[in-house]
Structures are given as C-alpha cells and as structure tokens.
C-alpha cells in the first residue's frame, strides 16, 4: 500500500492535477475573502491556462471562477480564444465569455465563429453572442445578410437572433425591409418569438405582411410563425395564399390554418382540396381539415 501511495504521488498526471486543484482552491479563497487582485495578469493568465485541464468538471469549476472575476478576465479569455493552440482552452473560453456576457467581446467571437477550424469553438461563440445579446445584434445580422458563408454559419446566426429575441426588436424593425431573403426570413422567426413574448399588434402585423414576401421561404416561415401563435386574424391571408401558384406555398398555409384551429377555415380548405394538383399537399390539406373538425 505504501509502496503504492508512492507510485500515486510520482505520477506526473496526478501531481499535475493536485497542484491544479490547489491553485483553484487559493484563488476561490482569495476571492471569498475578498483579496484576490483582478489587476494580476500572470494570476489572470493561469487560470485561463487551467481551461486546458483534462478533467471537464474541473474545467467547469475554472470557468465559474472566472466568470465570478468578471470582466477583468475578459482580455485573457479573448486571447485564448483567439490564439490558443488547444481547443479545449478555446471551446472553454468561449463558454466563460458567455457566463460573463461583456458586450467588448462581439467581434472577437464573431472572429471566432467565421475562422476557428474547431465546430464546437464556433458553437460556443455563438451562444456567447446569443447570450450578450443587444450588443450582438448587428454583426449577427451582417453575418444573415453574406452570400459567401457556410450555411450552417447563417444557421448558427439565425439562432442567436431568435435566442435574443425581444432585445432584438429595435434591429427587426429595420431589418424586415432588408434585401435579403436569408435575412428577412431570419427576421420573421425572431419577431416570432418576441411576438410570444410581448403579443403586440405590430409584430403581428409584420408577420402578416410577411405572408406576401416574394420569397417562398419567408412566406412560409410567416405562415408557421402565425400558426404557431394560433393568431385567428391571419386566417382570411392564410385563405388566400391556399390559391398562389406556388406548391410550398399553399402547403405551409394549410399546416398553419390547422394549428391555428378555427372552424372558419374547414370551407375554404374542402375548396382549395378539389381543386389542388399535388398529391402531397392534397394530404395535407386533409389532413388540416380533419385535424380542425
């Protein structure tokens, strides 16, 4: 037993770990007593540094202790963002900025999410900037609004700003009259969300008139947002999109006339019923009118 407490003890790995868990400890109590110095860069360092460790609990208990020192670990995390050799300290700084939420770091996550090789560094920054929110929203929609990022970028952009939501709501406004399809249709899933939040007649209004966009992707994510809401105003626009030229069109209307739910709609579906071409959305036509009955 001796002989293997003293094997324990000259194991790199676990000394390396002990001093890791002492070091933690001394900052937590330094900061429980209220003289931990935010001004020490070396000490500031190490603890970013310490992001690296192999156990994922420990590097839970790091970024909780950096998050508790605040913005004046924001300069460090950012530098390990950026330049980090490790992932892991990359992946982990990230996931600090989001517990620590300052606003400086928008365009060093932005930074992150369109270079950083590593899918899960991107997927953080993300949620970094979904969770500081306001301050996020512009370059969010700068990214919506590119024609030569990756999709899934664009995706990762359009959940931020719906994450956002309400906090959004000024940027929406204005970005609704954009150019771009990706962006107005990303536009329409926020203001979806706010509306959920704060069911104002001029989100609601938006959506509707969201229901005659040129692009068949914004009209359908409007369709589902308003069924999704069960918004009965929309009905009579809902009615009118069953008869457009376009197929997807037609189907997202009446997939959004069955959750909104109301009797009203049953007629109006039988006639569009007899006179549509496409088997699938015959389907779901039927489907709609005997999910309402």
Known sequence: ?????????ADPILLAHAETDAFLQEVTEQIDLDSFDANDSNLLKRLVECLGDTRGMTRLRFAETLAEI???ATPFLLDGLANHVNPVVRRAAAK????????????????????????????????????????????LLDILGSTDLPESTIGHA????????AGAKEYLYRAIASDSPVVRGAVVGAIAKVAQEEPKDELFEILVKSLTD?????????????GNLAYKPAIPNLIELLDTGDG??????ALSLMKV????????LQAALEKESEAAIQGVIKLAISQIK
Do not use: Y
């Open 248 to 253: 997807e069109t037609r189907r997202a209307a």
């Open 261 to 268: 739910g109301d009797r009203a709609a049953i007629e109006p």
């Open 214 to 226: 040129v692009d068949v992707d914004v009209r359908c994510e409007a369709a589902a947002a308003l």
């Open 70 to 72: 605040g913005e004046a």
């Open 96 to 139: 600090t900025l989001t517990l620590i939420a300052d606003p400086t770091a928008v365009p060093h996550l932005i930074h992150a999410l369109l270079n950083d090789e590593d899918t899960v560094v991107k997927g953080s920054s993300i949620g970094a900037l979904a969770r500081i929110g306001e301050p996020s929203v512009q370059a």
């Open 1 to 9: 037993m001796v002989n293997s407490n003293a094997q324990a003890e």
């Open 158 to 165: 359009a959940w931020a700003l719906a994450f956002i939501g």
